[in-house]
């Protein structure tokens, strides 16, 4: 099982990740990056205006994943989809809202 720095260490090789949450059963996604991580989990920052905190704040769960090395996809000579070797990750949780004053 990893732990939570090699975790963050796959996800923060990959940069940009989605992020997803749902509004009114529908589900939202949505590009951004995490900052940082210590032994209560993984951390990224949205601003208080956007649908993104709103949604958070009501569902309090978000789910993001991530590929790497790159996310295109070639095919083979039958047209099945052939990925470069590397991983996926995803991290699905709770969320709670800190300050950083």
């Known amino acids: ?6 975790i963050y260490a796959k996800f923060d090789q990959i940069g940009c990740l ?5 509004e009114r059963g529908v ?3 949505r590009m951004a990056h995490l900052f940082a991580h210590d032994e209560e ?3 990224f920052r949205t601003m208080i205006t956007k649908p993104f905190y709103a949604q958070l ?4 769960m978000v789910s993001l994943c991530g590929m790497y090395p790159n996310t295109s996809v070639a095919h ?12 996926t990750i995803r991290a699905t949780g709770n969320v709670r ?3 950083l004053d």
Do not use: N
Request: hydrophobic share 35%.
């Open 1 to 6: 099982m990893m732990g939570i720095a090699e």
């Open 18 to 22: 989605v992020f997803a949450t749902v």
């Open 27 to 29: 589900p939202q996604t």
């Open 41 to 43: 989990g993984l951390y």
């Open 57 to 60: 704040k009501q569902t309090g």
């Open 76 to 87: 083979d000579q039958e047209g099945m989809p052939c990925f470069a070797p590397g991983y």
């Open 97 to 99: 809202e800190i300050s």
